[in-house]
């Protein structure tokens, strides 16, 4: 377990109000990921974010925006939902374990845009 | 850019076989490493087994196991003695040793453990 959490766990909203998804951890990692999953896609990066203030785009960022003030707290905001962005959206750390940094996940959020 | 290749989107094993998924890759580097991950039906995603590209052995971690040929860009899992508890999506990633921390994720196999 490394300390991932999710908030919220699941939200159902409308299109065009804007969402914001927080994904905090408690053991001061310093990289932090957004993927989102769709059946058929896997995962797919976001954003990721490495280091307080530093964040950069992944392979499908439109839409999305992030915010990284603190080590703990890594914000996904979707400005203004789309019904395309109804997805599981997955926060990620990366660790040294055994001297090999690896990716650990949160439990994950369901999104609704209607 | 690299690309992670599953080419089974579904497979079935009897229980107590074995079964392997297959994943392939595509990189111009020489230094990485590749991971496998397990989603079972509660959508956690749990880290299975990894390798480090410069090592020759293959990666074993009880029933699991992998065979990566780094020649044929191939890193396939096998799943020894399978269980019911098995049943789950499994991805295949990948992250380059040099530069930023990206993981480059497969589509998924999903593995059906039969009783």
């Known amino acids: 377990d490394a300390g991932i959490t999710q908030s919220p766990r699941h939200k159902v909203t409308e299109t065009g109000t804007p969402v914001t998804l927080r994904c905090h951890q408690t053991e001061n990692h310093r990289y932090m990921y957004w993927y989102r999953q769709d059946p058929g896609h896997g995962l797919r990066l976001i954003h990721y974010?490495?280091?307080?203030?530093?964040?950069d785009k992944g392979e499908v960022s439109d839409g999305y925006s992030v915010s990284r003030s603190k080590t703990e707290d890594f914000l996904l905001t979707l400005e203004s939902a789309t019904s395309s962005q109804t997805s599981v959206y997955f926060c990620a750390i990366s660790a040294a374990v055994g001297g090999t940094d690896t990716q650990y996940f949160g439990p994950g959020t369901r999104l609704t845009v209607l | 850019a690299q690309t992670v290749t599953q080419s089974q989107p579904e497979m079935s094993v009897q229980e107590a076989e074995t079964v392997t998924l297959s994943c392939t890759y595509d990189t111009s580097e020489s230094d990485y490493y590749l991971f496998w991950y397990k989603q079972p039906p509660s959508r956690q995603m749990i880290l299975v087994i990894r390798?480090?590209?410069?090592?020759?052995q293959n990666a074993t971690e009880n029933r699991f196991s992998v065979n990566f040929q780094k020649a044929a860009k191939s890193f396939s899992l096998k799943i020894s003695d399978s269980q019911l508890g098995d049943a789950a999506m499994y991805f295949c990633a990948y992250r380059s040793a040099a530069g930023t921390y990206k993981y480059i994720f497969g589509t998924g196999t999903r593995l059906k453990v039969l009783a």
């Open positions: 974010s490495y280091g307080v203030k530093d964040t």
């Open positions: 390798q480090e590209a410069y090592k020759q």
